[in-house]
Nanobody, 125 residues
Framework: QVQLVESGGGLVQAGGSLRLSCAAS????????MGWFRQAPGKEREFAAA????????YYADSVKGRFTISRDNAKNTVYLQMNSLKPEDTAVYYC??????????????????WGQGTQVTVSS
């Protein structure tokens, strides 16, 4: 069982930066791959980024590639999402999620077993 709590959301101007954190409970955090998803108002939840259990592999959606960086600190049971060059279209509730993938990293939310409650990110133009 893994419990996830996101933090770090807020209001930022376009072009600015934010760093989201996701703190996990449980001693098996390092066994899980982690993902960040987001849901904009009136839209389906979509994949943003994922990272392997070791941190050695990462995977990004095309919409955030080159602007967002996912990382993790297994000693602190925390995964991060550094978001730079933010755009108004990045406005969404951001969720972290955990899974043990069969192969590679998953962008399908159905493959994730545990979810946080979400943190709001608002980018003003």
């Amino acid at each position: 069982q893994v419990q996830l709590v996101e933090s770090g959301g807020g209001l930022v101007q376009a072009g600015g930066s934010l760093r989201l954190s996701c703190a996990a409970s449980g001693r098996t955090f390092s066994s899980y791959a982690m993902g960040w998803f987001r849901q904009a108002p009136g839209k389906e939840r979509e994949f943003a980024a994922a990272i392997s259990w070791s941190g050695g592999y990462t995977y990004y959606a095309d919409s955030v590639k080159g602007r967002f960086t996912i990382s993790r600190d297994n000693a602190k049971n925390t995964v991060y999402l550094q978001m730079n060059s933010l755009k108004p279209e990045d406005t969404a509730v951001y969720y972290c999620a955990a899974n043990i993938p069969e192969y590679g990293l998953d962008s399908d939310e159905a493959e994730y077993d545990y979810w946080g409650q979400g943190t709001q990110v608002t980018v003003s133009s």
